[in-house]
């Protein structure tokens, strides 16, 4: 197999041998489901030392190898950052078997269709080699099914960025910077791929969206092990309070559930979730309670639930200070101390 090293070739190789040299070092230095990001890291990898040895390549037959390579990176970066993205922002309740499934369906099936093209021609419905000015291109004609694997591509990059922006639209000053690094490094890929699919392209066939992801993986990996990211930013929120021994339920300002731990619900004796019900439909013969919840402001009240009681400490919420966003409420067990003073009252 004929290789003719160029810019834009030797470029790809070197990068992507970096990259995947970080994402290995990555692995080793994190733990836990935040390992997605080097995983998303080696795909990125992946797609440049193959795509620049696609460029490399002088014949088609080398190129369509190299090509089948590619999309095992092409197919699973979408998945891979996806992944990482809802670790990263702490919504690990996602990360279901059913959810995985789901998302990773779509790279096998594409993978698939990419390696047996040549028998259907969904992904490509044409291939050919073409000449512009010293480099040997493949010019492809996209299929049916390009497009729908770019719809998922792009659906999963959305969805990962809204993630972001939503996750970090009150953050504390602290993670400005941190902000800054994962946000820029998530629209760059938009922008990069948004030019190739218009058709503004070096030598109008050179994709460079694998440059793109490269310089995304980068500031990422900075900012891991640089800025300590994922020591700063709260992505074990989640966890801690799925662990607490004490009840916590937060409401919106319409008074809807919007979140609720394990122990609280074992306290309510609900198995199932809470999350868009309304406050007062399990709770209306709580008088005090909902009083004080109506109120909105910081105070406690001691009820009994289930032979078991409570105090419930209520702490209003407010944006900048004045507009009211909804309230926290903590439910902590008093039993004993109350058995104690029934027997001393006795």
């Known amino acids: 197999m004929f290789l003719s090293i160029n810019l834009f070739s030797i470029t790809l190789l070197i990068s992507g041998v970096v990259s995947m040299l970080v994402s290995f070092f990555v692995f080793t230095r994190v733990t836990g489901s935040i390992r997605w990001f080097s995983h998303m890291m080696f795909c990125i990898s992946l797609w440049a030392v193959t795509y620049g040895l696609e460029l490399a390549s002088t014949t088609l037959e080398s190129m369509m190898f190299w090509i089948q390579i590619e999309y095992v990176g092409i197919t699973l970066l979408p998945a891979t950052w996806i992944c990482f993205i809802v670790s990263f ?20 099936i594409t993978m698939i269709i990419v390696w047996t093209n040549s028998w259907h021609h969904l992904y490509y419905q044409s291939v050919s080699l073409a000449h512009s000015d010293s480099y040997i291109l493949l010019a492809l004609e996209r299929g049916p099914w390009y497009y729908v694997f770019t719809a998922y591509f792009y659906l999963l990059l959305a969805s990962g960025t809204i993630l972001l922006l939503q996750r970090f639209k ?9 902000n800054a690094i994962i946000l820029l490094a998530a629209f760059i890929p938009w922008l990069v791929n948004l030019l190739y699919l218009v058709g503004l392209r070096p030598h109008k066939h050179i994709d460079l969206t694998p440059y793109a992801f490269i310089v995304t993986s980068s500031l990422l990996a900075v900012g891991l092990l640089r800025f300590r990211l994922l020591n700063l930013i709260p992505i074990a929120r989640d966890k801690i309070i799925e662990e607490m021994k004490t009840g916590m339920m937060v409401l919106d300002a319409q008074d809807i559930v919007i979140e609720l731990n394990v122990e609280m619900r074992r306290i309510l004796g ?33 009820l009994r639930i289930n032979d078991r009681w409570y105090e419930v400490g209520v702490t209003s919420m407010f944006e900048k200070m004045t507009v009211y966003s909804g309230v926290l409420l903590l439910f902590s067990d008093i039993t004993s101390h109350r058995l104690t003073e ?5």
């Not at 959810?99 to 369906?105: D, E, G, I, K, P």
């Not at 009150?170 to 941190?178: E, G, K, L, T, W």
């Not at 029934?342 to 006795?346: H, I, K, R, S």
Request: a positive charge; proline letters at 3%; zero cysteines.
């Open 89 to 108: 922002t702490g919504k690990h309740k996602w990360m279901t078997r059913r959810n995985l499934a789901l998302v990773f369906s779509m790279p096998v």
């Open 170 to 178: 009150h953050a504390d000053p602290i993670y400005h910077r941190q």
């Open 270 to 302: 609900r198995h199932a979730s809470l999350i868009g019900e309304a406050f007062g439909s399990f709770l209306a013969g709580e008088v005090e309670l909902n009083q004080k919840v109506a109120a909105r402001i910081n105070s406690s009240v001691v």
């Open 342 to 346: 029934q027997q001393l009252a006795d």
